[in-house]
T-cell receptor, first 112, second 113 residues
Framework: TQLLEQSPQFLSIQEGENLTVYCNSSSVFSSLQWYRQEPGEGPVLLVTVVTGGEVKKLKRLTFQFGDARKDSSLHITAAQPGDTGLYLCAGLTYNQGGKLIFGQGTELSVKP | DAGVIQSPRHEVTEMGQEVTLRCKPISGHDYLFWYRQTMMRGLELLIYFNNNVPIDDSGMPEDRFSAKMPNASFSTLKIQPSEPRDSAVYFC???????????FGPGTRLTVT
């Protein structure tokens, strides 16, 4: 069974702090996606990383794909209350067609 | 485009009743996915279709669950008979091609009492 382990599961921080969320697996992925989900809504794609070692930035969010394409991280600088939500990583493996493997998610709460 | 449309948004039913969840994917998307989300198990893929054909139903919990996609613009997920442990939020998602961005619907919150 292919698994994506996310850590931490829960994170409660103050506005302005920095944080990092990790997504790890023993499997190699052809690409990895990060989604953000707000209460009462479905997940929405933030970014897709494809190349080992790739770094992508989306305003205060920095995404990195591990060199071996087995892990990824999401770093948020100066977190804002609007960053509150569930962050999900999802990996696409070579032999699974269109099927994404989702991590369990990291529930982030940013307090003003 | 209106995005992925799911109905109903909320469903409360009694144990043993049949439940049918509906999904309209984004026009032009060839892939459709059904997921279930709970606090304990996170987001689980139940089944997905490519060009209306079921490709992988290994995530369907048991025979009480069935899914159909009679045409490119409509899919159903049926639970018969329903049980309290089926209570969850069920999401439908669609994508243009395999592995590309998945667009999720707003979900159906199912409560089985």
């Amino acid at each position: 069974t292919q698994l994506l382990e996310q850590s931490p599961q829960f994170l409660s921080i103050q506005e302005g702090e920095n944080l990092t969320v990790y997504c790890n697996s023993s499997s190699v992925f052809s690409s990895l996606q990060w989604y953000r989900q707000e209460p009462g809504e479905g997940p929405v794609l933030l970014v897709t990383v494809v190349t080992g070692g790739e770094v992508k930035k989306l305003k205060r969010l920095t995404f990195q794909f591990g060199d071996a394409r087995k892990d990824s991280s999401l770093h948020i600088t100066a977190a804002q209350p609007g960053d509150t939500g569930l962050y999900l990583c999802a990996g696409l493996t070579y032999n699974q067609g269109g099927k994404l493997i989702f991590g369990q998610g990291t529930e982030l709460s940013v307090k003003p | 485009d209106a995005g992925v449309i799911q109905s109903p948004r909320h469903e409360v039913t009694e144990m043993g009743q049949e439940v049918t969840l509906r999904c309209k994917p984004i026009s032009g998307h060839d892939y459709l996915f059904w997921y279930r989300q709970t606090m304990m198990r996170g987001l689980e893929l139940l089944i997905y279709f490519n060009n209306n054909v079921p490709i992988d139903d290994s995530g369907m919990p048991e025979d009480r669950f069935s899914a159909k996609m009679p045409n490119a613009s409509f899919s159903t997920l049926k639970i018969q008979p329903s049980e309290p442990r089926d209570s969850a939020v069920y999401f439908c998602a669609s994508s243009f091609e395999g592995g590309s961005e998945q667009y999720f619907g707003p979900g159906t919150r199912l409560t089985v009492t």
